[in-house]
């Protein structure tokens, strides 16, 4: 079982010691700072879920050139901006700092040379002011955000997708969470930001504007022939709910090479089908 950050119980058990409390306001109003890879962002959430405030800094076009993210870059572009990220939010909000009640920051999972940026600034702005900071599991508080605007109710099965992991919980409340299954190797983004790489897709100039992923994505959808490769299904002799994609970038690396062996260079005209496979990897298993 995972445990998140228990943000009902940190408002209860903050508002009622010391000198650190939350005003008397009926909803408190928490800045909430994110850093966990290659976004700077913040913004101002009251305790109904409206949001007062939001402003982002995305670093996607640094990166591209790159084929990935590069994690002391990621660290270098955050410090760039995230004081004008928190600044911008609090003008958006027309909001000063002292009125905030506390400060959320994720502080995993994620990179953690860009963890370590949000973290130190959400310090910073908790000590200047004198306001409870809160730490984040922000893959727990994703699953949370799917009662922000919706009638879900507790308990529910959650399944979180992201560039660096694949997680299949049961929340049972907000701060009760049961893993059932998570990526034993690489998650899904990452596996398709290699594969991505390897096909070197940033070279065609349809995709040298995208991420690994998004170029995937297109060129499958120009697939003519979705069976051209063979791919296994991963953990089909396993009954349980973990996950695993490392068979998938290595079968796909190997079809690479034994195109590439075939030709003098390497035909992009064959990128959509071998990529398709990826995505129906399931159904032509089956």
Partial sequence: MIRMCRILTSFARLSASGKRHFSARSSP???????????????LVTGTGKVLGEYIHSQQSSHLRFGGIIPPVAQDIHRANIE????????LANISPNDIDAVAVTNRPGLPLSLIVGMRYAKHIARTY???LIPIHHMQAHALMARMNSTIRYPFLCLLVSGGHSLLVFVESTARFRLLGETL???????LD???RR???RNVAEYA???????????????????AYEFPLPLSKYRDCQFSFAGLKNTATRHILERESTLSRFDYSHVPGCIKSVFLFQRSSA
Wanted: aromatic share 2%; glycine share 8%.
């Fill in 209 to 227: 504007q995208m991420s690994g992923g998004q170029a995937i994505e297109v060129a499958a959808q120009k697939a003519t022939n979705t069976a």
């Fill in 199 to 201: 096909l070197k897709l």
């Fill in 84 to 91: 004008n990220v928190v600044n911008k939010t609090f003008q």
């Fill in 130 to 132: 004198d306001k409870p």
């Fill in 194 to 196: 290699k594969i991505a």
């Fill in 185 to 191: 190797d690489d998650a899904p983004g990452e596996a």
């Fill in 29 to 43: 109003l928490v800045l909430g700072i994110e850093t966990s890879c290659d976004d700077t962002g913040a913004a």
